[in-house]
C-alpha cells in the first residue's frame, strides 16, 4: 500500500529512510533528531500502518523515549488493546500493563526466527520491541520477510506443509519445561481445560502436576489484509532437533518421546524429516536480516509479514516487547 503525495506532505515532521538499511527495516526517524515519540507521531498512526503493510517492519529510530510509558502509549496508539502473553512457550516477565520482557532465555543461546504464536491458531498481528538497553555485543533481533521464506522454500515442502499441516505436543511440568501454572496464568485445571476447549487444544492431565496438550495449527497461511502467502509456523524450532547436541542427547537418554517438552510432527501425526528441517532452516538463515541496536530503539513488526529471533550476546540487555491485534485462523478460513 502506498501513500498519496498529500499523505506524505502531511507527515513530513517524520523521515523515511528506505535506504538505511536497505529498506528492511524501513528506518523512521524524527525531522530533528531526538524528538519525543509521541509527540512527533502523534495523528501519524494510519500513515505508520500503510507504511507497514508494505514492508512488514519499522525501524523507529533516533526519537527520545520516555521509558516503558511512553513505549506503551505508543503501542496502544494503534487502536487496539495490548494482548496478555497466553499459552506461552518462552519465559517472560510482566512489565505491566501488557509489556513483557523479551524472552528470558540465557544470554548464550540463539533464538531462532519464527513469528510469534504461529505455534497455535491465535496469534497477534503487531508486535512492538523497544530497546532500553543495548548489549555491548550481539543481542541483535535478526528478522526475516515471511513472504520472501514462503517464495524461497521449495514447492514439494510448501506443498506438504500446507496440505499436512502441523501438531504440535507440549509437556508441561516434571522440570522439563515451563510450568502449565505459568503458561496458562492459573492454578484452576477448570480454567485450563476451558481455555484449551475454546482454542481446540487437546489436553490430558498425566498425574499430580503434568499436563500434555496436543493442538494441528497451519504451517503457512494467508494475510488478512495484503492477501499475500506467508510462511508462518514454528516445526523448526519446536523441533527436538533444535535443542543443542549435548542438551537433546540428555534428553533422549533421559525420557521416552512421548515425554519430551515440546514436539512437532505433521498434522496427521507423522514425523517431520530430518532433511525437510535441514531444507527450511537453510531458507531461514538465507532470508535473515540483522541490524545493530541502539539505545531507544523501537521495532515494529507485522507479525505474519516478519520473522524475528534474537542473537547471543555479552553484557546487559534490556528489551521490552508488546504486542496487540488479536487475529484467529478460524476468522480467516
Known amino acids: 500500500m502506498t501513500s498519496s503525495p498529500d499523505t506524505m506532505r502531511a507527515h513530513r515532521a517524520v523521515r523515511v529512510d528506505a535506504h538505511a538499511l536497505g529498506g528492511f527495516p524501513l528506518v523512521v526517524t524524527p525531522e530533528v533528531d531526538g524528538g519525543a515519540l509521541m509527540d512527533s507521531l502523534r495523528g501519524r498512526f494510519t500513515y505508520l500502518e500503510d507504511l507497514l503493510l508494505g514492508c512488514g517492519a519499522i525501524l523507529l529510530r533516533s526519537f527520545r523515549i520516555a521509558g516503558l510509558d511512553e513505549f506503551r502509549a505508543f503501542a496502544t496508539g494503534f487502536g487496539h488493546p495490548l494482548l496478555d502473553y497466553d499459552f506461552a512457550s518462552t519465559p517472560r516477565s510482566t512489565l505491566g500493563k501488557g509489556v513483557f520482557t523479551s524472552t528470558e532465555y540465557p544470554p548464550h543461546q540463539h533464538i531462532p526466527l519464527h513469528n510469534e504464536q504461529s505455534y497455535t491458531v491465535n496469534w497477534p498481528m503487531k508486535l512492538w520491541f523497544y530497546c532500553a538497553v ?99 509456523n514454528q516445526a523448526h524450532l519446536f523441533h527436538v532437533s533444535n535443542l543443542e547436541p549435548e542438551v537433546r542427547e540428555a534428553l533422549l537418554d533421559a525420557v521416552d518421546e512421548s515425554q519430551w517438552p515440546r514436539h512437532v510432527y505433521y498434522g496427521d501425526g507423522g514425523a517431520i524429516e530430518a532433511s525437510v528441517l535441514d531444507e527450511i532452516r537453510a531458507v531461514l538463515d538465507a532470508a535473515t536480516v540483522t541490524f545493530r541496536w541502539r539505545a531507544q530503539d523501537v521495532l515494529m513488526l507485522d507479525n505474519m509479514l516478519t520473522a524475528h529471533g534474537r542473537t547471543p550476546f555479552k553484557g546487559p540487555r534490556r528489551v521490552a516487547a508488546a504486542m496487540a491485534e488479536a487475529h484467529s485462523a478460524a476468522r480467516q478460513r
Request: aromatic share 10%; charged share 25%; glycine share 10%.
Open 134 to 232: 543495548a548489549a555491548t555485543e550481539g543481542g541483535e533481533t535478526p528478522i526475516a520477510d515471511s513472504r520472501e521464506i514462503y517464495r524461497r522454500m521449495a514447492p514439494s515442502i510448501r506443498g506438504r506443509f500446507s496440505e499436512r499441516r502441523l501438531m504440535y505436543v507440549r509437556n508441561f511440568g516434571g522440570g522439563l519445561d515451563l510450568p502449565w501454572e505459568e503458561v496458562f496464568g492459573t492454578s484452576d485445571r477448570a480454567v485450563v481445560e476451558a481455555y484449551c476447549r475454546a482454542q481446540g487444544i487437546a489436553c490430558e492431565w498425566l498425574g499430580a502436576e503434568q499436563l500434555r496438550t496436543r493442538q494441528v495449527c497451519q504451517a503457512v497461511a494467508r494475510h488478512p489484509k495484503t492477501g499475500e502467502m506467508v510462511w508462518f
